[in-house]
Antibody, heavy 123, light 107 residues
Framework: EVQLVGSGGGLVQPGGSLRLSCAAS????????MHWVRQAPGKGLVWVSH????????SYADSVKGRFTISRDNAKNTLYLQMNSLRAEDTAVYYC????????????????WGQGTLVTVSS | DIQLTQSPSFLSASVGDRVTITCRAS??????LAWYQQKPGKAPKLLIF???TLQSGVPSRFSGSGSGTEFTLTVYSLQPEDFATYFC?????????FGQGTRLEIK
């Protein structure tokens, strides 16, 4: 069974740092691109970042570029999001998600999601 | 960035009803569209990808259609467990973007 378990969220002051983790199991983690998506309280889904299979390619939403860093440890089956210089507007539930690929259609999608971890930025 | 606009934002319906949600893209995205269902306090769940392909395990009462800039999600014969928020997502180009959501509530 595919499982993604997020952790590391909590309350942090503006300007502070936090590192989120997403532990993967039930599939070959090193074969999949991974993403972070966030959702502010009562709001919609916003893509944050992605990383390719070996970590050599990453991308970020403009709102977090230069402050957040995505990484992965394929030996530990774990995805990370290092968040620095946090702002109140970064307050959200952060989800990790696996990018799935359908061989028949050739299309991508986010097929499995973690349960989410809440980050609250407040003084 | 490609913008996705869902309509309506809120929908009230009864068990057994058929409902349709529309997602419009600001530019053509071929069939690179997915639909997700989200219940309060839970992660999104993939329903449909490639605009019309049902994800494994998703009931056949869910149906997607469209290509280019206009897409629809139809739920035939609503069940109590279908009352949730639905999001569309485009994967045609980076950044992948989501619609603002459609909240489906029981009448």
């Amino acid at each position: 069974e595919v499982q993604l378990v997020g952790s590391g969220g909590g309350l942090v002051q503006p300007g502070g740092s936090l590192r989120l983790s997403c532990a993967a199991s039930g599939f070959t983690f090193s074969s999949y691109w991974m993403h972070w998506v966030r959702q502010a309280p009562g709001k919609g889904l916003v893509w944050v970042s992605h990383i390719n299979t070996d970590g050599s390619t990453t991308s970020y939403a403009d709102s977090v570029k230069g402050r957040f860093t995505i990484s992965r440890d394929n030996a530990k089956n774990t995805l990370y999001l290092q968040m620095n210089s946090l702002r109140a507007e970064d307050t959200a539930v952060y989800y990790c998600a696996r990018r799935g690929y359908d061989i028949l259609t050739g299309y991508y999608h986010f097929d499995y999601w973690g349960q989410g971890t809440l980050v609250t930025v407040s003084s | 960035d490609i913008q996705l606009t869902q309509s309506p934002s809120f929908l009230s319906a009864s068990v057994g009803d058929r409902v349709t949600i529309t997602c419009r893209a600001s530019q053509g995205i071929s069939s690179y569209l997915a639909w997700y269902q989200q219940k309060p306090g839970k992660a999104p769940k993939l329903l449909i990808f490639a605009a019309s392909t049902l994800q494994s395990g998703v009931p056949s009462r869910f149906s997607g259609s469209g290509s280019g800039t206009e897409f629809t999600l139809t739920v035939y014969s609503l069940q109590p467990e279908d009352f949730a928020t639905y999001f569309c997502q485009q994967l045609n180009s980076y950044p992948p973007t989501f619609g603002q959501g459609t909240r489906l509530e029981i009448k």
